[in-house]
């Protein structure tokens, strides 16, 4: 069984995220350091890349994988700590910024063939859960070991994004293949929370509606936002109920959310019609696409320092930052120096 998901999950993920022109310019995942937003760590289909000073000059980090990476992470509260995510190598750990890696599978290896996302506890970030194929893992040791938290979740479905409250660590959030979960204990137990998302006749199918993304009002924790294959949803009141919004957008396929860390009103979705935002909390949006070579955007981050500053990578168009609220789009592109600039 654990087999046919894997088989499903790689054929979804090609499907559902085509890469085009260069392998170099479909941008898989996107980390920036937490207090410097000038130093952002990007994977693309062939390699891991950091720039130190925002843009203008990049770094190739070291090959530590056969496999492509799939996701990476900056630990919040030690950022020269990197976490990445691989398809089909599971996980590995960079203790300096991406010079050096090593493998932190325990657990994992013999399970997970392609991992999503890292999320971690706010005040032990030693804590993280990990969203993969095959379903959610938590680690309490820096990643050494690793243990499934599956409990609840009847279904093998792929989970493809996790948010945690960031008011009340224990409680967390589970995108997947069918639907929405939410766990009140750390992930210990998972609860289906699909009403409003799923319509009534569909609620079991293992298919229902893809949750790409999930994003929590970093405000008020009783809002969350999915993004999913087939709309933007909104709950009030942690999931017990949600709310279809964002009919006008041009196309309903949501790959990413970000939310500003200070006005949460003021929202940004990416997905095959750009990069759209709403100043309302969703119920209005404006396109946000001037110079931008492509709308296929794969995935979106805001600094939270600095929450004029957005980058957005595409599928196959390379990346693009933003100093002004998303106005404006410049491509950056991604190439290595000979020789790497000083460490700051």
């Known amino acids: ?53 925002g843009g203008p000059t990049w770094e190739k980090l ?27 190598d599971a996980v590995y750990k960079s203790p300096d910024g991406g010079q050096h890696w090593l493998p932190h599978n325990v657990g994992l290896k013999e399970h997970v063939s392609y991992v999503n996302q890292f999320v971690f506890h706010p005040a032990r970030s030693e804590t ?15 990643g050494r070991t690793w243990d499934e938290q599956m ?7 792929i989970v493809v994004t996790l948010a945690m ?25 998972w609860h289906k929370v699909n009403r409003g998302l799923i319509p009534e006749e569909v609620l079991d199918a293992s298919l229902a509606l893809g949750v790409n993304t999930l994003v929590v009002d970093p405000v008020d924790s009783s809002i969350v936002y999915a993004g999913t294959t087939n709309g933007l ?16 957008l041009p196309d309903q396929f949501i790959s990413s959310l970000a939310v500003h860390p200070t006005q949460p009103a003021i929202l940004y979705v990416g997905g095959r019609a750009g990069v759209l935002k709403s100043a309302d909390g969703g119920q209005t949006w404006q396109a946000m696409n001037a110079g931008l070579a492509t709308l296929n955007i794969r995935t979106l981050v805001m600094s939270p320092r600095d929450p004029q500053l957005l980058y957005a990578g595409t599928n196959g168009s390379g990346l693009y930052r933003s100093t002004d609220g998303a106005a404006t789009w410049t491509r950056v592109p991604l190439t290595a120096n000979a020789s790497p600039p000083p460490r700051p």
């Not at 090959?63 to 398809?87: E, H, K, N, W």
């Not at 009030?236 to 109920?241: K, L, R, V, Y």
């Open 1 to 53: 069984m654990r087999a046919f998901f894997k088989l499903i999950a790689g054929l979804a993920l090609t499907i559902v995220v085509p890469a085009c022109g260069d392998s170099s310019d479909t941008i898989a995942s996107l980390a920036l350091h937490p207090a410097n937003p000038n130093i952002l760590y990007v994977a693309t289909n062939d390699a891991v890349y950091k720039t130190r000073d």
């Open 62 to 88: 070291p090959i530590f994988s056969s496999r492509r990476v799939t996701t990476l992470a900056v630990d919040p509260q030690f950022p020269a700590t990197l976490y990445a995510g691989t398809m089909g």
């Open 128 to 142: 993280i859960y990990l969203a993969t194929t095959v379903g959610v893992f938590r680690t309490a040791d820096g």
């Open 151 to 157: 409990a609840g979740m009847k279904e093998v479905h």
């Open 165 to 189: 409250d960031p008011k009340n660590p224990r409680v967390l959030y589970a995108g997947t293949t069918g639907g929405a979960y939410r766990s009140h204990d750390s992930a210990a137990s």
């Open 233 to 248: 949803f909104k709950t009030t009141n942690h999931a017990d109920s949600w709310t279809r919004i964002g009919q006008s």
